[in-house]
């Protein structure tokens, strides 16, 4: 059975006359009679009785006229569908994020995204970079938002920001006082940072930072997200080194200081070395709602 026969049948259903159905068909009606027949032949039932002067339906035509009408609209809404999610007009996009990024870039993106592509399902996953990263590998991610993630052989990656690290350090600490702060000054402190395994990049940036100093500040607590890094901080258990972006986040009982020299931190969206035309449009929308 030929989807071709259940149109042509459809049009004569509709029509019950083979020259009007030839007609809006736009072919002969010898070519559609034949279909027709072909049809009733497969089914092993009469689907139209045909006198010289009218065609009607039979109970069987009947039958299979609104089986065949509901099958035909589901196939041209699956092709429709098919079609929509290859030109990115539809689809799902998987979306890992660090979670500095949570509320500055990816706010006003997923706003455009969703005005831009609104049948597009975007399913968000907060993640560290690592663990992104080997998720866009895996296939299980369709773009992310990484920081200081270097080379990754398998994956494009585009700069889609920087910004200044800061000293995030407790509101009675003495250091609270000065304007801005040395990396001397924090010889020997206790540190609370993320785990290597998980944020490599940044952390590798962060202690290179303190590479000078006899006594470098001591990793005493290791936490996965910004939020739980400022409550260690704010219960005085140690100080860390976050992005600026961190101080839209206002947590009691916590300070931060700008650092001498102005170190900084890449935001990075990657995404495979062949994305969909919809990760391209999410994309686009990230560049275009990079804060300054």
């Given at each position: 059975?030929?989807?071709?026969?259940?149109?042509?049948?459809?049009?004569?259903?509709?029509?019950?006359?083979?020259?009007?159905?030839?007609?809006?068909?736009?072919?002969?009606?010898?070519?559609?009679?034949?279909?027709?027949?072909?049809?009733?032949?497969?089914?092993?039932?009469?689907?139209?009785?045909?006198?010289?002067?009218?065609?009607?339906?039979?109970?069987?035509?009947?039958?299979?006229?609104?089986?065949?009408?509901?099958?035909?609209?589901?196939?041209?809404?699956?092709?429709?569908?098919?079609?929509?999610?290859?030109?990115?007009?539809?689809?799902?996009?998987?979306?890992?994020?660090?979670?500095?990024?949570?509320?500055?870039?990816?706010?006003?993106?997923?706003?455009?995204?969703?005005?831009?592509?609104?049948?597009?399902?975007?399913?968000?996953?907060?993640?560290?970079?690592?663990?992104?990263?080997?998720?866009?590998?895996?296939?299980?991610?369709?773009?992310?938002?990484?920081?200081?993630?270097?080379?990754?052989?398998?994956?494009?990656?585009?700069?889609?920001?920087?910004?200044?690290l800061v000293a995030v350090i407790p509101e009675n600490h003495p250091l609270a006082g000065q304007e801005e702060i040395r990396p001397e000054d924090l010889e020997g402190e206790p540190m609370i940072l993320f785990p290597y395994r998980l944020m490599p990049g940044f952390v590798s940036r962060v202690l290179r930072l303190f590479e000078p100093l006899a006594v470098p500040p001591a990793v005493v607590q290791q936490a996965i997200h910004q939020e739980t890094v400022l409550g260690l901080v704010a219960a005085g258990l140690g100080m860390s080194v976050l992005p600026e972006s961190v101080e839209r986040f206002q947590m009691p009982g916590v300070t931060t200081r700008r650092l001498a020299g102005r170190p900084q931190t890449e935001l990075h969206v990657a995404r495979p070395l062949h994305p969909s035309p919809v990760v391209d449009d999410f994309v686009a929308c990230l560049k275009g709602h990079v804060p300054d």
């Open positions: 059975m030929e989807l071709r026969q259940l149109r042509y049948f459809l049009v004569v259903a509709d029509e019950l006359h083979f020259g009007r159905a030839a007609e809006r068909l736009h072919i002969t009606q010898p070519p559609l009679t034949v279909a027709v027949k072909g049809l009733e032949r497969e089914l092993g039932v009469q689907l139209f009785d045909r006198t010289t002067r009218r065609v009607t339906l039979t109970a069987a035509g009947e039958a299979f006229r609104d089986r065949a009408r509901a099958a035909v609209a589901e196939l041209d809404a699956a092709a429709g569908d098919v079609a929509d999610v290859a030109a990115g007009k539809s689809g799902k996009v998987k979306v890992g994020f660090v979670s500095s990024a949570s509320y500055t870039t990816v706010p006003e993106a997923l706003r455009a995204f969703r005005r831009h592509r609104p049948r597009v399902d975007l399913v968000l996953h907060p993640l560290t970079s690592g663990e992104q990263i080997e998720q866009l590998l895996d296939g299980d991610l369709d773009v992310g938002l990484v920081r200081d993630p270097g080379d990754v052989p398998g994956l494009h990656l585009e700069l889609l920001g920087t910004e200044d």
